[in-house]
């Protein structure tokens, strides 16, 4: 007896249904910051109240992938989106330390969503890669020389069609809204609005799950840069210098000092042998010269100062026929014609 009320005080599935439902237009049409309590509160409500509803609907194994759609009664087509809205509510949470786990985990939601609808046909779409058939993919593409040209091509018509296909569904949707959620319309347009329905978050799936991708990208490649720079910084530091007064002589280190202690003294031998130890030196690292390119380099210095020496003594002598010619005139000493 008990147990019977208590599965009668249980919600049903269409209150979780439309609870969750309502939670998430609250929550897209909030006017409060995304990270704001009330918001937040809404969106794990909104969780927990989907998640009940999906345990329900695999109880009661109300979908079967060896039916068609038209086997499924029209007021139960609605139960379709409930991953859907799964997906929608995780990507409202605003926890930065577990965003990548917020993506994974509406990517799933996401990706059973369409999953089911195109085991359903509700509509003509390709589902996204997975994890599994993605590296397939790369590597049958990488064989390609230039795929990059005809992969934007196709994604840009794709958001155009996808674009326009959504606009057309917004207006269909318009339509016929007012008429089911009044309870006026028959059995014909109620399954053609939960039709729409499903259309719509198709596409809205497929555009979340390609923005939950790019994110995804950046955020192991922001952790991937992360670690790289820990495990620099990880490498061990030179410890810093502690001041100190130069001296030739530890007898000198005993007597000169700054006349305070906090100020340390040591020998240039002292100094070196530290600087040397943690590799501070300056010519520590340089590659020393070879007795070879020593002989060298004292042959061309040699060769270098004899090219000067003679250009010296080219120089000297040439001031000297100068000066010679200047106290000596043309003809000087030419004594024999003259009359």
Not at 141 to 149: D, H, R, V, W
Request: charged share 30%.
């Amino acid at each position: 007896m008990m147990a019977a009320e208590d599965e009668l005080l249980l919600p049903r599935l269409p209150e979780l249904f439309e609870t969750g439902k309502q939670l998430l237009d609250e929550v897209e049409v909030a006017t409060e910051p995304a990270g704001s309590r009330i918001v937040q509160e809404k969106v794990f409500k909104g969780l927990d109240v989907l998640e009940k509803a999906a345990e329900m609907l695999s109880q009661l194994d109300l979908f079967s992938r060896n039916e068609d759609l038209e086997e499924i009664a029209s007021t139960d087509l609605k139960y379709l989106l409930v991953p859907a809205f799964q997906g929608a509510l995780t990507m409202k949470q605003v926890n930065p330390n577990k965003r990548l786990d917020h993506l994974q985990l509406a990517r799933e939601h996401f990706m059973n969503y369409l999953t089911q609808c195109h085991c359903y046909h509700v509509a003509e779409f390709e589902l996204p890669k997975t994890k599994n058939n993605s590296t397939e993919n790369h590597t049958a593409n990488s064989s390609m020389a230039y795929p990059s040209l005809v992969v934007m091509a196709s994604q840009r018509q794709a958001k155009i069609d996808r674009y326009k296909q959504k606009k057309e569904l917004e207006h269909r949707l318009s339509a016929v809204k007012s008429a089911v959620e009044s309870g006026q319309a028959d059995d014909e347009r109620v399954r053609e609005y939960y039709h729409l329905r499903l259309q719509r978050w198709i596409d809205i799936s497929l555009e979340e799950i390609e923005s939950i991708d790019q994110e995804i990208k950046i955020l192991r490649e922001r952790d991937s840069s992360r670690e790289a720079s820990t495990s620099n910084s990880s490498r061990q530091e030179r410890p810093p210098v502690k001041p100190f007064i130069l001296t030739r002589n530890t007898a000198q280190a005993k007597v000169f000092g700054a006349g305070y202690p906090s100020l340390a003294t040591m020998t240039v031998s002292d100094w070196y042998e530290q600087h040397r130890k943690y590799g501070a030196l300056p010519d520590q690292g340089i590659a020393k010269a070879t007795p070879e390119e020593f002989r060298k380099a004292a042959q061309q210095q040699e060769e270098q100062e004899k090219e000067e020496e003679d250009n010296e003594r080219t120089l000297h002598r040439a001031r000297e026929w100068d000066d010679w010619k200047d106290t000596h005139p043309r003809g000087y000493g030419n004594r024999q014609n003259m009359g």
